[in-house]
């Protein structure tokens, strides 16, 4: 069965199928992205991790070697490198954090798509009420439902994201969040 497209609109025509085509776009873009990023940050991870070890390498060379003042140097700088290395390789957490927003995104957006093409959903306000409650549950991080809560007791945008970013803020003094 072939249906009416907005640039060819007929009787058959519905906003309903025009707004689930947008929401599987927007779903491709999301998965699509994410799966691009995950090859490109895997890459980076283990170029990262084998620079450690290579590192590691180094060091021990150098400390076997006998001591001397270039010796020395040479075991400082290995050591500023190796330091800068684990750092990077901790700020890649930003990715899984990433990841875990757009999974849950995407996510939602299927569910909405779901929502909207079933009739008997659409127009039932419980159902709404058990999909929105299903989309907060899978937030793990506080800052998330504030966020969430906030955009749903009718603050704008701005507004939900500096909640979101002070809540942030609050964790990372406070606590270490697991994801």
Not at 19 to 32: D, M, P, R
Not at 116 to 144: C, G
Request: net charge negative; charged share 25%.
């Amino acid at each position: 069965m072939t249906f009416s497209a907005s640039n060819q609109p007929d009787l058959d025509w519905s906003q309903i199928r025009e707004t689930i085509k947008l929401l599987t776009v927007s779903v491709a873009q999301v998965e699509g992205s994410m799966k691009a990023g995950d090859e490109s940050v895997t890459a980076l991870a283990d170029s990262f991790s084998g620079m450690v070890d290579d590192m590691k390498n180094i060091h021990e060379i150098l400390s076997g070697l006998q001591q001397s003042d270039s010796r020395d140097h040479a075991l400082k700088h290995c050591e500023a490198t190796q330091f800068r290395i684990n750092s990077a390789l901790v700020a890649f957490q930003f990715y899984d954090r990433l990841h875990q927003c757009l999974q849950h995104v995407s996510n939602n957006l299927k569910g909405l798509s779901v929502i909207i093409d079933t009739p008997h959903r659409l127009y039932n306000p419980v159902e709404w009420a058990k999909f929105q409650e299903n989309i907060r549950k899978q937030y793990t991080m506080e800052s998330e439902k504030v966020m969430f809560d906030a955009i749903h007791q009718g603050k704008s945008i701005d507004e939900a994201l500096a909640l979101f970013e002070e809540a942030n803020r609050q964790s990372d003094d406070n606590e270490i969040e697991l994801f």
